[in-house]
């Protein structure tokens, strides 16, 4: 770890201590009720050349202290790479705006517990080389703030997300569903930025999109050791083998790169390419064949 991402306990229990357990531009929870966490430790300026609103005049121990780190939601850490709009003095405006509220509070221990012990860093990616299948896509979810900010509660009463579940408790056991949920609302804001990509990649060369789509099959199919990617699932651990086999082996100890194919993964099981479909799914299916 560098050390612009060497943050001291200290300074993590005071960032989180300060957070009221809630993002600070969206107000989302953080960590959730079953101790999950979908907070971000994001750099105001970055911590290497080439991220958003690097300064050269910081010293890394700077980049990595209190005053420069802000604890935010997966989906508002994307949205701020657009540094057009959070500026420097907007990113600390939030902050700092966010922050004074909570002076006075304190988290419970197991929430503190649960955010040192799974939180997760943002990576400047300044060198972008060979990236497999992923290459432009990962590059265009990074670059770009999803349309939408939505709520964990917005998301769960959504009809992707009501049909999405229908299709999980086909595809996995009972005591995975509620993690792959998870996994499906920590990855919206990457999901719109995919979609949004596929769906201007579609126009230009649907080609391109017809053999990402295939090579996600075919990776699915391998691993599940079938010819037939209507294959239920049957566990979590076949989505994150997937996932990693999209991902050259160099990155694939990067959060970052492990986020986006997964979300790439979800949205191929979502859109049917991948599991066992549901009775709807495989009726509307048999329409595809006309």
């Known amino acids: 770890m560098s050390a612009a991402r060497n943050y001291s306990i200290p ?15 969206c107000k989302t929870i953080i960590i959730l009720p079953d101790k999950s966490n979908i907070g971000q430790v994001c750099h105001i300026q970055a911590a290497s050349p080439g991220g958003e609103r690097y300064n050269p005049n910081m010293t890394d121990i700077e980049r990595a202290s209190y005053d420069n780190l802000m604890i935010l939601c997966a989906n ?7 540094v057009a709009i959070f500026t420097t003095a907007e990113m600390q405006k939030i902050k700092a705006q966010h922050e004074a509220k909570y002076q006075k509070t304190e988290p419970s221990e197991d929430q503190l517990t649960a955010f040192l012990q799974s939180t997760s860093y943002d990576i400047d990616f300044t060198n972008r080389e060979d990236w497999g299948i992923l290459e432009a896509i990962i590059k265009y979810t990074l670059d770009n703030a999803p349309k939408s900010n939505m ?20 595809n996995l056991p009972q005591q995975e569903i509620a993690s792959f949920s998870r ?15 596929l769906t201007r990649l579609s126009e230009e060369d649907p080609v391109k999109v017809d053999e990402l789509r295939e090579a996600v099959i075919q990776n699915y199919c391998n691993i599940k050791g079938v010819s037939d ?17 999209l991902i050259p082996d160099v990155k694939k100890h990067s959060p970052q790169y492990i986020g986006v194919a997964r979300a790439l993964v979800i949205q191929t099981f979502e859109f049917c390419s991948i599991g066992q479909k ?3 799914e495989a009726q509307l299916s048999i329409f595809d064949l006309f």
């Open 183 to 197: 996994q499906y609302i920590n990855s919206t804001a990457r999901q719109l930025a995919i979609d949004e990509y």
């Open 229 to 245: 990617p209507e294959t239920r699932i049957d566990s979590l651990k076949t989505i994150e083998e997937l996932a990693l086999s």
């Open 11 to 25: 300074t993590l229990k005071y960032l989180f201590g300060l957070t009221g357990n809630q993002c600070a531009k």
């Open 151 to 170: 709520t964990v509660d917005e998301i769960k009463a959504s009809k992707n997300f009501i049909a999405f579940q229908e299709k999980v408790k086909l």
């Open 76 to 82: 508002c850490h994307i949205e701020t790479n657009n």
């Open 278 to 280: 549901t009775q709807l």
